[in-house]
């Protein structure tokens, strides 16, 4: 409901009122998901790069085979309007090309996290995650890290380097085609007003 105010000065608001206003107040400032996305950046002279393909019509888009490790990297910086001390997540859409196989998907995930005036960490290699494909030619899928990257080490300007790939020799990936990754996202948790006090 909008917040209801009175025109002329001495009317005062019913209970009913005022808790609507509250209510609204509590939507409009309450900490919400926000996404943010950027497309796979692939690094030529590594063996194990994806191929730039004809996907869907006159759709290009990374091609990952099967039975291969390939990657691709993304960087993230915590934007301003985060809500301090919160987790984040990370997440692939992806997609297979036009073909009915099934079978299953294995990603893998390597990151390193700095805040400026700090080292960054040691490289951590993520835990696996295996995706089922039913199908569908085309189908789009979406994958989010298991858990929430944990918000006490992070502040706004954090950067977090990124190495996704599809662990094509792994034996739980039974997919015999190629998918293709369409971008990376990084979810986050925002304050609605920002947070004004900080500055770059």
């Not at 990297?73 to 301003?80: I, K």
């Amino acid at each position: 409901m909008p917040i209801v105010y009175r025109d002329i000065k001495g009317s005062a608001l019913s209970y009913s009122e005022l808790d609507g206003n509250f209510s609204d107040l509590a939507g409009r400032t309450d900490q919400a998901w926000a996404a943010l996305a950027v497309q796979p950046s692939v690094l030529y002279g590594v063996p194990s790069t994806p191929e730039l393909e004809a996907w869907n019509g006159g759709l290009n888009a990374w091609a990952y085979y099967p039975d291969q490790l390939m990657e691709a990297y993304a960087n993230f910086s915590v934007p301003y309007d985060w809500a301090t001390g919160t987790g984040v997540r990370f997440g692939i859409t992806w997609a297979v090309g036009n073909t009915s196989a099934t079978g299953n998907v294995r990603f893998g995930r390597e990151f390193s996290v700095g805040t400026p005036g700090s080292a960054f960490s040691a490289a951590t290699v993520g835990g696996g995650t295996t995706m089922a494909v039913d199908g569908t030619p085309y189908k789009c899928y979406q994958l989010f890290s298991p858990s929430e990257y944990p918000g006490t080490s992070l502040q706004p300007n954090t950067t977090i380097v990124n190495r996704f790939f599809r662990d094509g020799t792994n034996v739980l990936d039974t997919f015999e085609e190629k998918i293709y990754i369409l971008q990376f996202m990084f979810f986050y948790r925002r304050n609605k007003f920002g947070l004004p006090n900080y500055q770059p």
